[in-house]
C-alpha cells in the first residue's frame, strides 16, 4: 500500500485547514479516499498547527508524499545572497528566464505592469499562459499568499517526507476534462453559488471514472466544505506525480525555481492503476 496526503490551509490562525489521506492498492489496482481530517482549529492550549503535525505523524507509515495548495518557500530573489545589482541587470538564471517571459508576452498583449520577483515565482508566470486554460496564480509573497507561505514553511520544516505543491483549480481542469465533466462546473466549484452543486458532480463523475473510491459520508463531506474537497484533489495530485502522470519541468525552466504539479492532459483512467 502506498499512501498520500494531501493539505488545504486557509491562513496562520484559521479554522478551515484540512488534510485528505488517499491509498494505493497496486495488487487491488484500487484506491481510495480513506479519512479526511476536517476544521483542524486550535484550542485553548494547543495550535492547529500542532495538531496537523500531529495528524500527519499518525499517517506517516507508508507515506510516499504531503501535497499542498500552498508554496512553502519563499520566492528565490528575496533568500538570494549573491550582491544585488537590480532585477533589470541580474543574470541569474530565474531572472533572465521571467524577463523572456515578459518580453515574449508583452508582444501579445502588453502587461499592465512588470512581474516583481521578490514576491513572483516563475511558476505563476508560466501557469498564467502555458497549460491551455488561463490560470491566474496569487503571488507566492502576495498580501493574500504570503500569511499561507509562513504557515506552509512552518509546518513543512518538522517534516521528513517529501512535500509537493499543487493548485487545486489546474489539477481539478485536467481531471475534469479527462472525465468529460462540463466545463462551467470545473471553473465555478469555488463559488458560493452553485459551487456545492458543481462539486457535487465531479465528484460523482471521479466516482463513475473508477478514479477513486470515496465513502458517502465523505463525498457530503466535499460537497459542502471546498476547502476539504481540494485537500482530496492534492493528495490526487501527489498520486498522479508517483504514476509519472504529472507534467514535467519544461527543458528551460529555471532549475532551482519551484514547480507546481498538475496532471497530463487526456489521462487514460483505466490504465493509471
Not at 86 to 113: T, V
Not at 175 to 201: A, D, N, T, Y
Amino acid at each position: 500500500m502506498h499512501r498520500f496526503l494531501g493539505l488545504s490551509i486557509a491562513g496562520g490562525k484559521s479554522d478551515k485547514a484540512c488534510l485528505a489521506v488517499i491509498e494505493y492498492f497496486p495488487k487491488y489496482k484500487k484506491v481510495f479516499l480513506t479519512k479526511i481530517f476536517d476544521k483542524i482549529k486550535s484550542d485553548e492550549n494547543v495550535s492547529a498547527d500542532l495538531k496537523l503535525h500531529e495528524l500527519i505523524q499518525q499517517v506517516r507509515d507508508k507515506t510516499v508524499s504531503l501535497t499542498m495548495d500552498t508554496p512553502s518557500r519563499l520566492p528565490h530573489c528575496v533568500s538570494c545572497t549573491l550582491q544585488c545589482p537590480g532585477y533589470e541587470n541580474c543574470k541569474e538564471p530565474h531572472i533572465d528566464w521571467m524577463w523572456k517571459y515578459f518580453r515574449e508576452n508583452s508582444k501579445k498583449k502588453k502587461p499592465k505592469k512588470i512581474f516583481t520577483p521578490y514576491t513572483q515565482r516563475a511558476v505563476e508566470m508560466y501557469f498564467a499562459s502555458e497549460l491551455g486554460e488561463r490560470f491566474i496564480l496569487p503571488h507566492a509573497l502576495g498580501a493574500n499568499q504570503a500569511p499561507l507561505l509562513a504557515r506552509a514553511a512552518y509546518i513543512t520544516k518538522r517534516l521528513d517526507l517529501p512535500v509537493l505543491e499543487a493548485f487545486p483549480k489546474a489539477t481539478l481542469w485536467r481531471l475534469g476534462l479527462s472525465l468529460q465533466v462540463m466545463k462551467s462546473h470545473l471553473r465555478h466549484h469555488r463559488h458560493s453559488v452553485g459551487g456545492q452543486e458543481s462539486r457535487k458532480l465531479i465528484l460523482q463523475a471521479l466516482s463513475a471514472g473508477h478514479v477513486a473510491f470515496v465513502y458517502e459520508q465523505d463525498v457530503k463531506l466535499m460537497t459542502e466544505n471546498n476547502h476539504a474537497f481540494e485537500a482530496f484533489l492534492c493528495a490526487l495530485t501527489g498520486f498522479l506525480k508517483f504514476k509519472g502522470l504529472t507534467e514535467p519541468r519544461p527543458k528551460n525552466f529555471p532549475k532551482k525555481e519551484d514547480w507546481i504539479e498538475v496532471p497530463v492532459e487526456n489521462i487514460n483512467w483505466q490504465k493509471v492503476v
